[in-house]
Nanobody
Framework: QVQLVESGGGLVQAGGSLRLSCAAS????????IGWFRQGPGKEREFVAR????????RYADSVKGRFTISRDNAKNTVYLQMNSLKPEDTAVYYC?????????????????WGQGTQVTVSS
């Protein structure tokens, strides 16, 4: 059974950095890549970033572009999200998920297996 496990969350001051990891126990039969989503308090879940297992295609939400970097280690089935210059509005539970489809506009419906989430809290 495929499991995705996030780690690396925590409490950080504004301007600080965190690196999240998403480790997959196995790669699903259909897996284009991994996406990161987040859900802040009282907010809907939103797309953050995605990366394909093959090639260099990445995509970021406008709100994190230039501050977050997504990368992967195919040998470890692990995807990372380096988050720099963190802001209080980045506070959320961050989830990684397997992409079973790869559309031009990232959407949660393209993802099937999800991790349990890791909390990121940015204090002002």
């Amino acid at each position: 059974q495929v499991q995705l496990v996030e780690s690396g969350g925590g409490l950080v001051q504004a301007g600080g950095s965190l690196r999240l990891s998403c480790a997959a126990s196995a790669r699903p039969f259909i897996s284009y890549g991994i996406g990161w989503f987040r859900q802040g308090p009282g907010k809907e879940r939103e797309f953050v970033a995605r990366i394909r297992w093959n090639g260099v295609r990445t995509r970021y939400a406008d709100s994190v572009k230039g501050r977050f970097t997504i990368s992967r280690d195919n040998a470890k089935n692990t995807v990372y999200l380096q988050m720099n210059s963190l802001k209080p509005e980045d506070t959320a539970v961050y989830y990684c998920a397997n992409a079973k489809d790869w559309g031009s506009l990232p959407s949660a419906i393209e993802y099937d297996y999800w991790g349990q989430g890791t909390q990121v809290t940015v204090s002002s």
